[in-house]
């Protein structure tokens, strides 16, 4: 008779062995070679090169750029949790994360490859990430020296962003340090950055690209007894935003709701309730980005919305005209008449 008893002990999955089995889910860029010295100034040129090759050429990468300082803002403002959507309103840490935020970002959207002993290797060379809001507030450690800093500044005010590559040698940075030895670049420095981008559009932050009361108006202000509902103030959004782009994350800042795109929908959301004022609400389906260039505007991409305000199209007009529900209309100016629009299909 066996008498071996089966206690069902399991054996212990060290942490080494976990971390081995889960590797293969890892998307790894392979492991950072020795980097290759950075003699001279052209070996950021070297650099930009290996840049826009990853993207895809030039407008690819600036487009990459772009999406990664915006999702590095958007998440900062973490506005869907807390209503934020400028820079004025972090703490002190919350700015000085951002930096680390456009770091990680700039690495997802170009796939870099982490370095040895700074942030990036590209082309073969160390890389430092350096983010600033205020251009040349870069600080600069010191294993940067005889290497290249990737210089980042923008401005969510202003819609714009920088981006350039450096050689950073010991007489291109100011004598002041701060207490960890990080220094800024001196006016020597500065004027040797080749920029790649300089103040090209950084995508739209529509809160701030509104007029300030504009904003105000939307999000309901804070001394007031009882704020306006999430509902109520993304419908207050699509009308003062009219004709322009909305990104999901500004629709979350203004609804602060788990699912706030339920909302944007028909059967009771932004849709349905502001077609009886003559606005549509257009997405990325086939048949809304037909609509939208058309008349004349961008078209919306997955995630986002265009509000257009329509009104019914006089036989005689010259202006853009689309077909709604075997009708003809055309965008709304101050003096038309409120029309109830259908809302258009979704395909």
Known sequence: MDLTLDLGIVPIESTRQKLATLL?????????????PTIADSDCGVVAEELAHIAGGSDALAA???RAIRKSYDQVYDGQHTGRFHWAQLSKTEKTNAGSLVEIW???ELGLSDGITLDFQIAGHEVDCKFSQRDGG???PPEVRG????VVTADDYQGTWSLGLV???DERLSTATNRDAKATLNSTGRSAISWLFRNAQLPSNTLLALPAEDAVA????????????GQSRLDELFRRAEGRVISRAVIATVAQQEDPMKRVRSNGGSRSRLAREGYVLLGHYQLHRHIAETLGLPPARSGE???VRLTPAEVETTEPTVTISMQRWRRWRTGDRVVSVPVPPHN
């Open 24 to 36: 293969v889910l890892e998307n790894s860029q392979g492991q950072p070679q020795i980097a290759a």
């Open 147 to 150: 290497s290249i800093a990737m």
């Open 167 to 169: 050689r950073v040698t």
């Open 305 to 307: 919305i265009l509000s």
């Open 138 to 140: 870069w600080m600069l």
């Open 106 to 108: 700039l690495a997802r």
């Open 218 to 229: 939307i999000m309901g202000r804070s001394d007031l007894a009882v704020r306006p509902s």
């Open 64 to 66: 990459a750029i772009g």
